[in-house]
Each structure stands twice: as structure tokens, then as C-alpha cells.
């Protein structure tokens, strides 16, 4: 399914904690139009609970979720509207 | 022309005269205390003072928490080739930025929800780097502190290296700073007939500094805290409710804690404002509404009473313009 999903943009986040992966994905989020896709790769299990959480939050869709271990793997579609919160 | 022109001798700096060769030269010490000034209409009933801390050079009580901070990084490590990084409501942050642009070190700043935008252009101005964070940033962990989360994770992520982090909720710099500095001044000001020292719960550098040198004058001198409600607005205080605890604060200095809602600080700062012209920040409001409050318990008459006013209100126009309804504007 991963393979699959075409994306718009890519943040690479590898070697950054918590909470910087979901900053600056917040900061992707934000600059995206609505219905692009960001691919998102972190080195922190913590991801797996943030991102989802931050997809929630802002209104955005989580198309696909990729755990390989050592990195996380996410791909996120921008929603219609920008929600309260992380700007 | 040219022999008019030339000095003779570079003058150098005096102290008495307000003269000085460097804008650092004006940070507070016992020699050279901000001011204490007297409250005579909103509680005329009490002998109360206000240190006024935004007569600092750069406009806050921060000023002295960040050159504590720098030079205590200093001293146990190179800052040569760092980017400093700190979480900060704003007057630790433009403190430590006019710092940072003296000495040529670049710095970033997370700042949390609810700052001013005044603060933040400022910041810019000065040269930082300005991370706008939300305080719930960590969306599965919380308490209310992302701005801190982010500074931490900044300082210690892959190329943390570079970057040296102050961290003014864990560095026993600030609390040396208000020790050897802001509590002897007091002392001296008061000559040493200070009964109760009020401050605001935020960093808590200031509450247990100033706490403890006082309690080591006299034991019997009674330290307030002020402490805003959860959910509150005026920055530079924290909610205990909804953040967490700075690792320098020492509870055992502590008499009091005293909680202000936004109403009665807004409304004590407009006071502050119209009936002392003290153009004063809204948590200079908080910590007078709570020495002012009255004497519900068996607590000692408060005594000569010294509040500390952190920084004045020009930061904040954009936060007093919610408490102003019409007042003020044209009545047709």
C-alpha cells in the first residue's frame, strides 16, 4: 500500500526527538495545499502516537502508517481546513 | 575644526553620573539596584514597594537571569562556534538575545502560545531565530509545556551538538543571580526592615533566590508567591495546575502561595497604571492584587511589603486592548 501512495512533499526527520518530528511536520502540514500528501520518516517509536495524534488535531487524513523499527514511516493528506493548534 | 572635533581622552564610564562605556555595564547589582517605589494610592493603607525591574537595560528582570545564565555557561564550557537555544515566554528571551548579539552568538528562541507580538517582532529585531510553539505541541504529552519540549529536543537531537541550551527552569544560574543580586538589593533598600517578599510563580528563579537570601537575613520575613489560574493568560507565570514544576524551585522558602485570576490582575494593572502612572505588565498586576488582598487568615500583618514588578506594559498593548472595552476612545 505504502509503495503505492504518491506523495507531494518529504520530510526526513531521522536523528530528531520528540517533539521536534511533529513540529516541523506541523510547520510541512501548514505550508501544504489541501489534499497534498507529506511523507513523513522519523527515528522516534514515539511517532507512533504523536503523528497520529497531531493528524487528528489539525484535520488532517493518515493515509498509511509504516512501523520498520529503527524508523517510523507515515504519509499524511492535508485537510480542507486549518484546525486550531499547531499552526 | 578638526582640533574642536578630536577629544583629548575617551571618557570612561561613571556610575554616578550615569555614564558608561557598554550597555552591560547597567545590569542591577547592590551598587546599582533598580528602583523600589512606594504604592501610595492603590493600598494606601499598606507600606508597600514595587522594584521596578523593567528600568533594567534591556527592559525586564531577565536581564539579570540571562547574564547569570551566559556567564555560568562560560565558565564551565566554550560558547565559540554554539547557537544558544532557550524556551521563553519573551523577557529571558530578548534578554539573552541582546546578550547573544553583544558577544556575536546566533540563538534561537521557542516561545510558547499566548506571547505577544510585540515580544516576538522584537526578538527578531535583535537577530534570534523565533520558533512559535503551541503549548500542546506533544499532542499524547502533556502538561502544557511545548515550548520547553521543543528547546530540550533542539539541544539534544542529531546536531544538538552545535547548539548549547541555558535551560532557565533547571540552571542553578538563575536562581544565583536574583541571590546575589536582587535579594541584596532589597536588603539594602529596605534597610533590612522588609517583612514580606512578593513574587510571581514562572521560572522561580526570582521567588527562591530573593526567598532564601531574605530568609537567611531573617527567617521570620514571610515569601508569597503568586500563582495565575489554570489557563491563564498574563505570560511570565505558570499555573502549577497545568505545568510543570521548574526543577529550581525550593518550595521550603515558601510561605504562601497566592492565586490571582486574569480579571483581578487586569483590573490592579489598570489601577497601577491610572492611579500610580506606573506603566506596568500585567503580571506586575497579579503579584500587587496579591499583596493587596484582604487579610482573610491568621496570617501577620503583612508589614513593609516588597513586590517585584517584572517588566512594563509596552510588550502587551495587544493584551490590555481585551480589558479596555470603549474606555478610552471618543465619547460622541
Redesign the interface.
Given at each position: 500500500m505504502s509503495d503505492a501512495i504518491t506523495f507531494d512533499e518529504r520530510l526526513d526527520t531521522?536523528?530528531?526527538?520528540?517533539?521536534?518530528p511533529?513540529?516541523k511536520a506541523g510547520l510541512v502540514l501548514g505550508r501544504l495545499e489541501a489534499g497534498k500528501v507529506l511523507h513523513l520518516i522519523t527515528t522516534d517509536p514515539?511517532s507512533l502516537?504523536?503523528i497520529p495524534?497531531?493528524a487528528?488535531?489539525r484535520g488532517d487524513e493518515l493515509l498509511d502508517v509504516e512501523d520498520r523499527g529503527a524508523t517510523q514511516l507515515f504519509w499524511l493528506k492535508k485537510g480542507p481546513t486549518e484546525r486550531d493548534?499547531?499552526? | 575644526m578638526t582640533t574642536f572635533l578630536k577629544r583629548q581622552q575617551q571618557l570612561g564610564t561613571d556610575r554616578h553620573v550615569r555614564r558608561y562605556d557598554d550597555i552591560r555595564q547597567l545590569l542591577p547589582d547592590v551598587d546599582q539596584p533598580t528602583p523600589i517605589v512606594r504604592l501610595n494610592r492603590v493600598a494606601p493603607e499598606l507600606d508597600l514597594y514595587l522594584k521596578l525591574e523593567w528600568l533594567n537595560p534591556f527592559g525586564s528582570i531577565k536581564d539579570r537571569t540571562a547574564s547569570y545564565l551566559l556567564a555560568g555557561l562560560a565558565r564551565r564550557s566554550s560558547l565559540q562556534h554554539k547557537q544558544l537555544v532557550e524556551a521563553s515566554s519573551g523577557n529571558t528571551a530578548i534578554a539573552l538575545a541582546a546578550l547573544a548579539a553583544l558577544e556575536g552568538l546566533p540563538i534561537t528562541i521557542t516561545i510558547p502560545d499566548g506571547v505577544p507580538e510585540e515580544k516576538r517582532i522584537v526578538l527578531r529585531m535583535l537577530g534570534a531565530e523565533v520558533w512559535e510553539t503551541p503549548d500542546d505541541l506533544c499532542p499524547v504529552d502533556n502538561p502544557r509545556d511545548g515550548a520547553i519540549a521543543l528547546a530540550r529536543s533542539i539541544a539534544q537531537s542529531a546536531g544538538g551538538e552545535d547548539y548549547i541550551w541555558p535551560d532557565q527552569y533547571s540552571s542553578p544560574d538563575n536562581v544565583k543571580a536574583h541571590y546575589e543580586t536582587t535579594g541584596p538589593e532589597i536588603w539594602r533598600q529596605t534597610e533590612g526592615q522588609i517583612r514580606t517578599f512578593v513574587a510571581g510563580f514562572g521560572t522561580c528563579g526570582t521567588i527562591t533566590g530573593v526567598g532564601r537570601f531574605l530568609k537567611e537575613q531573617d527567617r521570620s520575613i514571610r515569601v508569597v508567591a503568586v500563582e495565575p489560574q489554570k489557563g491563564h493568560r498574563p505570560p511570565g507565570l505558570k499555573s502549577f495546575a497545568e505545568a510543570k514544576e521548574p526543577d529550581i524551585l525550593d518550595r521550603s522558602v515558601i510561605d504562601e502561595v497566592v492565586t490571582v485570576d486574569d480579571d483581578l490582575a487586569y483590573g490592579m494593572t489598570k489601577r497601577l497604571y491610572r492611579e500610580e502612572g506606573l506603566i506596568v505588565g500585567p503580571s506586575t498586576g497579579a503579584i500587587v492584587a496579591a499583596a493587596t488582598q484582604p487579610d482573610t487568615s491568621d496570617v501577620p500583618a503583612p508589614g513593609l511589603t516588597v513586590g517585584i514588578s517584572p517588566d512594563s506594559g509596552f510588550k502587551y498593548a495587544s493584551f490590555f486592548i481585551d480589558h479596555l472595552g470603549d474606555e478610552g476612545l471618543p465619547r460622541i
Amino acid at each position: 500500500m505504502s509503495d503505492a501512495i504518491t506523495f507531494d512533499e518529504r520530510l526526513d526527520t531521522s536523528g530528531l526527538l520528540c517533539p521536534l518530528p511533529v513540529y516541523k511536520a506541523g510547520l510541512v502540514l501548514g505550508r501544504l495545499e489541501a489534499g497534498k500528501v507529506l511523507h513523513l520518516i522519523t527515528t522516534d517509536p514515539g511517532s507512533l502516537e504523536d503523528i497520529p495524534a497531531l493528524a487528528r488535531q489539525r484535520g488532517d487524513e493518515l493515509l498509511d502508517v509504516e512501523d520498520r523499527g529503527a524508523t517510523q514511516l507515515f504519509w499524511l493528506k492535508k485537510g480542507p481546513t486549518e484546525r486550531d493548534g499547531h499552526k | 575644526m578638526t582640533t574642536f572635533l578630536k577629544r583629548q581622552q575617551q571618557l570612561g564610564t561613571d556610575r554616578h553620573v550615569r555614564r558608561y562605556d557598554d550597555i552591560r555595564q547597567l545590569l542591577p547589582d547592590v551598587d546599582q539596584p533598580t528602583p523600589i517605589v512606594r504604592l501610595n494610592r492603590v493600598a494606601p493603607e499598606l507600606d508597600l514597594y514595587l522594584k521596578l525591574e523593567w528600568l533594567n537595560p534591556f527592559g525586564s528582570i531577565k536581564d539579570r537571569t540571562a547574564s547569570y545564565l551566559l556567564a555560568g555557561l562560560a565558565r564551565r564550557s566554550s560558547l565559540q562556534h554554539k547557537q544558544l537555544v532557550e524556551a521563553s515566554s519573551g523577557n529571558t528571551a530578548i534578554a539573552l538575545a541582546a546578550l547573544a548579539a553583544l558577544e556575536g552568538l546566533p540563538i534561537t528562541i521557542t516561545i510558547p502560545d499566548g506571547v505577544p507580538e510585540e515580544k516576538r517582532i522584537v526578538l527578531r529585531m535583535l537577530g534570534a531565530e523565533v520558533w512559535e510553539t503551541p503549548d500542546d505541541l506533544c499532542p499524547v504529552d502533556n502538561p502544557r509545556d511545548g515550548a520547553i519540549a521543543l528547546a530540550r529536543s533542539i539541544a539534544q537531537s542529531a546536531g544538538g551538538e552545535d547548539y548549547i541550551w541555558p535551560d532557565q527552569y533547571s540552571s542553578p544560574d538563575n536562581v544565583k543571580a536574583h541571590y546575589e543580586t536582587t535579594g541584596p538589593e532589597i536588603w539594602r533598600q529596605t534597610e533590612g526592615q522588609i517583612r514580606t517578599f512578593v513574587a510571581g510563580f514562572g521560572t522561580c528563579g526570582t521567588i527562591t533566590g530573593v526567598g532564601r537570601f531574605l530568609k537567611e537575613q531573617d527567617r521570620s520575613i514571610r515569601v508569597v508567591a503568586v500563582e495565575p489560574q489554570k489557563g491563564h493568560r498574563p505570560p511570565g507565570l505558570k499555573s502549577f495546575a497545568e505545568a510543570k514544576e521548574p526543577d529550581i524551585l525550593d518550595r521550603s522558602v515558601i510561605d504562601e502561595v497566592v492565586t490571582v485570576d486574569d480579571d483581578l490582575a487586569y483590573g490592579m494593572t489598570k489601577r497601577l497604571y491610572r492611579e500610580e502612572g506606573l506603566i506596568v505588565g500585567p503580571s506586575t498586576g497579579a503579584i500587587v492584587a496579591a499583596a493587596t488582598q484582604p487579610d482573610t487568615s491568621d496570617v501577620p500583618a503583612p508589614g513593609l511589603t516588597v513586590g517585584i514588578s517584572p517588566d512594563s506594559g509596552f510588550k502587551y498593548a495587544s493584551f490590555f486592548i481585551d480589558h479596555l472595552g470603549d474606555e478610552g476612545l471618543p465619547r460622541i
